[in-house]
């Protein structure tokens, strides 16, 4: 079953506009990722954000967590038609096995 | 691609045939797994390998068989096709205690059984 559920299931917006996503999770988690896939692609990590962390940066992209709402949103600020793809929440419950369980993911169309 | 790479990366098979499909890695991670993508559940773990003969058991494992016999490849093995097993198969690897609990993925490998 999934852990993450993302929201919405898809986003359409125009160049230039900021994009975000959010992620709902069950579970206590020890971290919780996030994961872009372009079109006939695999998936490749974006950003980690540990249980004991509020809110991190990389670039354009700034995640949250809420550990109190099992909740996390991935912003992209300044869209580009090259953010074009899915967005996927993946968690780690800990554990010594090392197992992500991924969301759904959010479909996201950035329009030139 | 983070040196990980997935053959064959198409394959159409009959239903009832055994399908191997397999993962090869470069970067001497000790964790291996195998997803599968399809529309409406996302990726979901069939099986993993924390280990050269360690192997287990994932969220939908049922018709699935995996073996790692060095630490470079992974083998996953659908002991009789069924169409249900039509799907996307991504490979992943990562090192806990390196780049800690990131997973780097394959390019993935498409399935069709008719």
């Known amino acids: 079953s999934q852990q993450g559920e993302e929201d919405p299931q898809a986003l359409s917006i125009q160049e230039g506009e900021n994009a975000t996503m959010n992620c709902s999770y069950k579970?206590?988690?020890?971290?919780l990722q996030w994961y872009r896939q372009n079109s006939g692609r695999g998936l490749v990590h974006l950003i980690l954000i540990r249980s004991n962390e509020r809110e991190k940066h990389s670039g354009r992209l700034r995640v949250t967590l809420d550990t109190s709402k099992k909740s996390s949103s991935l912003l992209i600020t300044a869209s580009r038609a090259a953010d074009t793809a899915s967005y996927f929440c993946a968690t780690d419950s800990g554990g010594s096995n090392y197992k992500l369980t991924f969301g759904k993911g959010t479909l996201l169309t950035v329009n030139p | 691609d983070a040196g990980i790479t997935q053959s064959p990366r198409h394959k159409v098979t009959e239903t009832g045939t055994p399908v191997t499909l397999r993962c090869h890695q470069t970067e001497n991670h000790r964790y291996m797994y195998w997803y599968r993508q399809d529309p409406g559940h996302g990726l979901r773990l069939i099986h993993y390998?924390?280990?050269?003969?360690?192997?287990d058991k994932g969220e939908v494992s049922d018709g699935y068989s995996v073996s790692r016999s060095k630490t470079e490849d992974f083998l996953l093995t659908l002991e009789s096709a069924t169409s249900s097993q039509t799907s996307v198969y991504f490979c992943?690897?990562?090192?806990?205690?390196?780049?800690?609990?990131?997973?780097?993925f394959g390019p993935g490998t498409r399935l069709t059984v008719t």
């Open positions: 992943a690897i990562s090192e806990p205690g390196g780049r800690v609990y990131e997973q780097y």
């Open positions: 579970t206590s988690i020890n971290n």
């Open positions: 390998s924390y280990g050269v003969k360690d192997t």
